[in-house]
């Protein structure tokens, strides 16, 4: 799996999991989706986000550029 993938991947089970933890455990974990949608946001114009220099360390190679 490539890293662009694997962000998208992580990206979508962190809302997945924030929504359940939202509707099953506490109304305040919705703030958890907001960190997440803004944390999207601001990686489509700065280029910059955090997860894929995480998965990157762990060895998720970025697709070739052609």
């Known amino acids: ?8 991947a992580f990206a979508g089970v962190m ?3 924030s929504v359940a933890l ?12 907001v960190f997440v ?3 999207m946001f ?4 700065t280029g910059f986000c955090p997860a894929a220099a995480v998965l990157k360390r762990l060895g998720f190679k970025p697709t070739c550029s052609v």
């Not at 939202?22 to 989706?33: A, D, E, R």
């Not at 601001?42 to 114009?45: D, G, N, P």
């Open 15 to 17: 809302v997945l999991v």
């Open 42 to 45: 601001q990686s489509a114009f």
């Open 22 to 33: 939202t509707v099953w455990v506490s109304p305040w974990f919705i703030w958890l989706t």
């Open 1 to 8: 799996m490539t890293l662009e993938r694997s962000v998208l």
């Open 37 to 39: 949608g803004l944390n």
